[in-house]
Nanobody, 128 residues
Protein backbone atom coordinates (compact mmCIF):
# COMPACT_ATOMS: atom_id res chain seq x y z
CA UNK A 1 0.00 0.00 0.00
CA UNK A 2 1.40 3.37 -1.03
CA UNK A 3 1.79 5.80 1.85
CA UNK A 4 2.56 9.51 1.51
CA UNK A 5 3.37 11.89 4.36
CA UNK A 6 3.84 15.62 3.78
CA UNK A 7 5.64 18.08 6.02
CA UNK A 8 7.12 21.56 5.88
CA UNK A 9 4.09 23.80 5.65
CA UNK A 10 3.65 26.90 7.76
CA UNK A 11 3.17 30.65 7.83
CA UNK A 12 5.47 32.81 5.74
CA UNK A 13 5.48 36.44 4.66
CA UNK A 14 5.01 37.41 1.01
CA UNK A 15 8.28 37.02 -0.85
CA UNK A 16 9.44 34.32 1.54
CA UNK A 17 10.30 30.66 0.97
CA UNK A 18 9.24 27.26 2.23
CA UNK A 19 10.31 23.71 1.39
CA UNK A 20 7.73 20.96 1.48
CA UNK A 21 8.71 17.32 1.84
CA UNK A 22 6.80 14.18 0.90
CA UNK A 23 8.00 10.89 2.36
CA UNK A 24 6.83 8.08 0.08
CA UNK A 25 6.70 4.35 0.76
CA UNK A 26 4.99 1.18 -0.47
CA UNK A 27 5.96 1.41 -4.13
CA UNK A 28 6.61 -1.86 -5.96
CA UNK A 29 8.90 -0.10 -8.43
CA UNK A 30 11.37 2.79 -8.12
CA UNK A 31 10.13 4.24 -11.42
CA UNK A 32 7.05 6.38 -10.89
CA UNK A 33 5.72 9.90 -11.16
CA UNK A 34 4.82 11.82 -8.02
CA UNK A 35 3.64 15.35 -7.60
CA UNK A 36 2.02 18.15 -5.67
CA UNK A 37 -1.50 19.51 -5.76
CA UNK A 38 -2.99 22.36 -3.79
CA UNK A 39 -6.45 23.45 -2.75
CA UNK A 40 -7.36 26.90 -1.53
CA UNK A 41 -10.63 27.58 0.35
CA UNK A 42 -13.55 27.64 -2.07
CA UNK A 43 -11.43 26.59 -5.03
CA UNK A 44 -10.84 23.38 -6.94
CA UNK A 45 -7.81 21.25 -6.24
CA UNK A 46 -5.14 22.00 -8.86
CA UNK A 47 -1.93 20.38 -10.00
CA UNK A 48 1.20 22.31 -9.06
CA UNK A 49 4.21 20.21 -10.02
CA UNK A 50 5.34 16.67 -10.79
CA UNK A 51 8.55 14.72 -11.13
CA UNK A 52 9.19 11.37 -12.76
CA UNK A 53 11.83 9.17 -11.17
CA UNK A 54 12.04 7.56 -14.63
CA UNK A 55 14.24 10.04 -16.49
CA UNK A 56 13.72 12.96 -14.11
CA UNK A 57 11.24 14.86 -16.27
CA UNK A 58 9.22 17.51 -14.47
CA UNK A 59 5.96 19.43 -14.83
CA UNK A 60 5.14 22.87 -13.47
CA UNK A 61 1.85 24.71 -13.59
CA UNK A 62 2.19 28.11 -15.24
CA UNK A 63 1.40 29.93 -12.01
CA UNK A 64 4.52 28.52 -10.26
CA UNK A 65 7.04 28.41 -13.10
CA UNK A 66 10.25 30.16 -12.12
CA UNK A 67 9.31 30.19 -8.43
CA UNK A 68 8.89 26.53 -7.40
CA UNK A 69 11.32 23.65 -7.90
CA UNK A 70 10.53 19.96 -7.48
CA UNK A 71 13.21 17.39 -6.73
CA UNK A 72 13.68 13.90 -5.32
CA UNK A 73 16.40 12.39 -3.19
CA UNK A 74 18.74 9.73 -4.58
CA UNK A 75 16.85 6.96 -2.82
CA UNK A 76 13.65 8.15 -4.54
CA UNK A 77 11.80 8.00 -1.23
CA UNK A 78 11.38 11.71 -0.56
CA UNK A 79 10.14 14.40 -2.91
CA UNK A 80 10.67 18.08 -2.20
CA UNK A 81 8.93 21.22 -3.38
CA UNK A 82 11.06 24.32 -2.91
CA UNK A 83 8.77 27.34 -3.01
CA UNK A 84 10.33 30.78 -3.43
CA UNK A 85 8.85 34.25 -3.94
CA UNK A 86 5.66 33.13 -2.28
CA UNK A 87 2.53 35.18 -2.83
CA UNK A 88 -0.71 35.36 -0.82
CA UNK A 89 -2.36 33.53 -3.73
CA UNK A 90 -0.19 30.51 -2.94
CA UNK A 91 -2.06 30.03 0.35
CA UNK A 92 -3.58 26.55 0.27
CA UNK A 93 -3.37 23.04 1.59
CA UNK A 94 -0.66 21.27 -0.39
CA UNK A 95 -1.00 17.55 -1.10
CA UNK A 96 1.50 15.01 -2.33
CA UNK A 97 -0.05 12.50 -4.72
CA UNK A 98 0.77 9.63 -7.05
CA UNK A 99 -0.77 6.85 -9.08
CA UNK A 100 2.30 4.68 -8.32
CA UNK A 101 1.98 2.77 -11.63
CA UNK A 102 2.40 5.76 -13.98
CA UNK A 103 5.95 6.79 -14.86
CA UNK A 104 5.29 10.12 -16.56
CA UNK A 105 3.92 13.51 -15.55
CA UNK A 106 1.84 13.83 -18.75
CA UNK A 107 -1.51 13.48 -16.92
CA UNK A 108 -0.78 16.71 -15.04
CA UNK A 109 -1.57 18.63 -18.23
CA UNK A 110 -5.23 17.67 -17.71
CA UNK A 111 -6.98 19.88 -15.17
CA UNK A 112 -9.25 16.98 -14.26
CA UNK A 113 -6.41 14.61 -13.37
CA UNK A 114 -6.60 13.12 -9.87
CA UNK A 115 -4.07 10.46 -8.79
CA UNK A 116 -5.12 7.46 -6.75
CA UNK A 117 -2.97 7.97 -3.65
CA UNK A 118 -2.86 11.13 -1.54
CA UNK A 119 -1.12 12.38 1.56
CA UNK A 120 -2.96 14.12 4.38
CA UNK A 121 -1.91 17.59 3.23
CA UNK A 122 0.10 20.41 4.77
CA UNK A 123 -1.11 23.99 5.19
CA UNK A 124 0.83 26.82 3.57
CA UNK A 125 -0.21 30.34 4.53
CA UNK A 126 1.38 33.39 2.92
CA UNK A 127 0.47 36.51 4.82
CA UNK A 128 2.02 39.61 6.32
Amino acid sequence: QVHLVESGGGLVQPGGSLRLSCKASGFTSDEYAIGWFRQAPGKEREGVSCISTYGGRTFYADFVKGRFTISADNAKTTVYLQMNSLEPEDTAVYYCATDAVLRTCNPYYRRSYRPEYWGQGTQVTVSS
